[in-house]
T-cell receptor, first 112, second 112 residues
Framework: DAKTTQPTSMDCAEGRAANLPCNHSTISGNEYVYWYRQIHSQGPQYIIHGLKNNETNEMASLIITEDRKSSTLILPHATLRDTAVYYCIVRPSRNRDDKIIFGKGTRLHILP | DAGITQSPRHKVTETGTPVTLRCHQTENHRYMYWYRQDPGHGLRLIHYSYGVKDTDKGEVSDGYSVSRSKTEDFLLTLESATSSQTSVYFC???????????FGAGSRLTVL
């Protein structure tokens, strides 16, 4: 089973910040939080990842709570092209048992 | 995506026939994955590989087998295709320092 839970869907107005939550209450100390998104029927695309500090790149920001049990992906100025399914996963450390399990993700609708 | 290709991209076959999907990478990454995606189910892991000839089962491995005889190729075989295996299949690779997954464009399989 996926180790993360996300809302099924969310709406956000174009130009506003989109805040996508993810719960990962059983995360281990050596596991990172990764975010991916899938636009229509394309292959999923990496967005950002982090361990315990907040992270920012050209696409988004990632806020991880101090206890690491949840995180929020922030798209600062959402556009229509950000309409996609967003997946939050936790990644085990690089070892033999590297099963990467995705949940169903959050379907984000950007409204004009 | 650059560095990973899937073939065929589209295939229609009949129930009971064998099918092999190929994932080819030029990144020399250690890990390779096969996922299937169906409406309402998100991405589900079928099998993965953590090295040449080293593979393991994922969430939904029944009816599928895999082989990895060289680093660059990961084959997914349906020995006797069934209609329930109609799906979009995605291959992914990882192995760089950040452990980011890179996905292929997908292979759409229809079993009649």
């Amino acid at each position: 089973d996926a180790k993360t839970t996300q809302p099924t869907s969310m709406d956000c107005a174009e130009g506003r910040a989109a805040n996508l939550p993810c719960n990962h209450s059983t995360i281990s100390g050596n596991e990172y939080v990764y975010w991916y998104r899938q636009i229509h029927s394309q292959g999923p695309q990496y967005i950002i990842h982090g361990l315990k500090n907040n992270e920012t790149n050209e696409m988004a920001s990632l806020i991880i709570t101090e206890d690491r049990k949840s995180s929020t992906l922030i798209l600062p100025h959402a556009t229509l092209r950000d309409t996609a399914v967003y997946y939050c996963i936790v990644r085990p450390s690089r070892n033999r048992d590297d099963k990467i399990i995705f949940g169903k993700g959050t379907r984000l609708h950007i409204l004009p | 995506d650059a560095g990973i290709t899937q073939s065929p991209r589209h295939k229609v076959t009949e129930t009971g026939t064998p099918v092999t999907l190929r994932c080819h990478q030029t990144e020399n990454h250690r890990y390779m994955y096969w996922y299937r995606q169906d409406p309402g189910h998100g991405l589900r892991l079928i099998h993965y590989s953590y090295g040449v000839k080293d593979t393991d089962k994922g969430e939904v491995s029944d009816g599928y087998s895999v082989s990895r005889s060289k680093t660059e190729d990961f084959l997914l075989t349906l020995e006797s295709a069934t209609s329930s295996q109609t799906s979009v299949y995605f291959c992914a690779i990882s192995g760089s320092g950040a452990n980011v997954l890179t996905f292929g464009a997908g292979s759409r399989l229809t079993v009649l």
